[in-house]
């Protein structure tokens, strides 16, 4: 639970304080639909997890791999899994 | 002389350079005929114009953005519009006899029909989606996409040792933005001939006497979209825009009721009439699709280009790539945002010269009359690629 908050904690920075909106970083979030992401957000959040858990964390490669399905349905506990998955 | 039909889908921003191409090729002699939905097409090309109809039917509207845009572009217009269009097409050609075609690039039926006809064709890309092939970074999607094309090919029934990619004529391909824009080469059968600019027919009244000489201008436009995202923007659009009352005027482009009880120095307006407003403007904002980012940049006009789906993203990142205005969130700017932006490219004349910048290099590329000359070559030369039965 810790690793997902901290990850949340980086993506609600990406996403801004959505002109008055607060953002809920639900775990079933999906980054494209719920959360709003464009590449240029993707791009931002995969520094930003890349900087805190190392080099091998690389979220636009990891991206660019997936199928259209895969891309749109990409969730926030998917992109933990992945997270937790490079930085073990 | 030349007759040449082009083959549209029934959107304005793919309509309207088609028409200032229509309108080059008549003043250059030509004749010219359309083929589309005549509902959508007759409001935007005039009385005068000879159309030779699709027929209409209801596509669901596009609220997606994002890559979920990318595929219900393709799954709900695209292959469908190609599919029910491929008749007509043949039945415009039968009745119209054309030297040529022009197909947006959003039209595959026209490949089709041009192609298994043996008749040169060009394509008419007013999209960047599929110019250069952004969508290469995404290997994947970029598959997913050609086998929508393929789909389209098959269910025509047409022979599979002839596919090609439907998007692009092996002839000649029209775009309407500059390699400067664009930022990188392409083949030699591709023209990248700038915006192509039309009068309009119909066009809508402006209040003459708004504007003061005083104050910089400002227009609002994200396009003809009505969604809870787009009615957002408009929101904290007017809200970033308020407080400025002192310095500057701004044109929203939306039905006046959306937006109640406006401060005096801002307007709202269903449609306005675009080309005779930009040269008293200082700055466009916009959602980034090609035909206005296009618009804009030929005037001069520097751009805040806030995004939402198909190709915008690309365009707003070559608009600030060229230094000619900022790409702001859609979904997320609030007033603040879109302010401080605003208050950015307003405050620095940088952006106005990047923009300058991009207008010489459309006025270089040539525009409609670059494109009807390379329509011209392209009807006095022999095509390479005969009919599809021509081995029998």
């Known amino acids: 639970m810790a690793l997902f908050e901290e990850v949340a904690g980086i993506l609600r920075e990406v996403v801004g304080p959505c002109g008055g909106c607060p953002p809920g970083i639900a775990p079933n979030a999906t980054l494209e639909g719920d959360l709003r992401f464009d590449s240029v957000d993707v791009a931002a959040a995969g520094a930003a997890l890349a900087r805190r858990f190392g080099d091998r964390v690389d979220l636009v490669g990891h991206v660019s791999g997936l199928d259209l399905d895969a891309l749109t349905g990409l969730t926030v506990a998917q992109v933990v899994d992945y997270v937790a998955a490079r930085a073990a | ?27 250059a002699g030509h004749e010219v005929a359309w083929c589309g939905p005549e509902l959508h097409l007759r409001p935007l090309l005039g009385a005068g114009a000879t159309v030779f109809p699709t027929g209409s039917r209801l596509f669901r509207p596009q609220s997606d953005h994002g890559l979920a845009a990318v595929r219900s572009v393709w799954d709900r217009f695209i292959v469908p519009y ?32 041009a192609h298994r006809l043996g008749l040169p064709w060009a394509t008419l890309a007013c999209s960047t ?57 392409f083949p030699e059968h591709f023209r990248l001939v700038g915006p192509l600019l039309a009068e309009r027919p119909d066009q809508p009244g402006f209040p003459a006497g708004w504007l003061r000489p005083d104050r910089r201008r400002v227009l609002v436009s994200t396009g003809t979209l009505a969604d809870d995202v787009s009615a957002r923007f408009l929101r904290a659009a007017v809200a970033a825009l308020a407080p400025l009352g002192d310095r500057l005027q701004a044109v929203f482009v939306a039905p006046p009721a959306e937006l109640p009880d406006l401060p005096e120095h801002l307007l709202a307006q269903a449609r306005v009439p675009m080309l005779d407003l930009l040269p008293h403007l200082d700055l466009v904002v916009s959602h980034g699709g090609l035909n206005t980012v296009c618009e804009s940049l030929a005037h001069g006009v520097p751009l805040v280009v806030a995004p939402i789906r198909h190709d915008q993203p690309i365009n707003a990142n070559q608009v600030e790539h060229a230094g000619a205005g900022l790409r702001i969130g859609f979904a997320r700017a609030g007033a603040a945002d879109i302010r401080a932006a605003v208050t950015t490219v307003l405050g620095d004349p940088g952006f106005r010269v990047a923009a300058a910048r991009v207008a010489e290099s459309f006025a270089r590329a040539g525009g409609t009359g670059a494109a009807v000359a390379a329509l011209a070559r392209l009807t006095e030369s022999p095509v390479t690629t005969g009919p599809s039965r021509s081995t029998s």
């Open chain 2, 129 to 185: 989606m599929d110019l250069g092939d952004p969508l290469a970074v995404l290997p994947r999607v970029h598959e997913w996409v050609l086998g929508r094309v393929r789909h389209i090919w098959d269910k025509a029934g047409m022979p599979a040792d002839e596919y090609f990619d439907l998007r692009f004529s092996p002839h000649l391909v029209l775009a309407t933005t500059s390699r400067e824009l664009v930022g990188r080469d």
């Open chain 2, 1 to 27: 002389m030349s007759r040449y039909l082009l083959v549209v889908p029934p959107l304005a921003g793919h309509v309207n350079p088609s028409l200032g191409l229509g309108q080059a090729l008549v003043r």
């Open chain 2, 82 to 113: 190609a599919r029910f269009s491929l008749p007509a097409v043949d039945k415009a050609i039968a009745e119209f006899r054309p030297d040529a075609l022009v197909v947006d690039q959003h039209c595959p039926a026209g490949a089709i029909a």
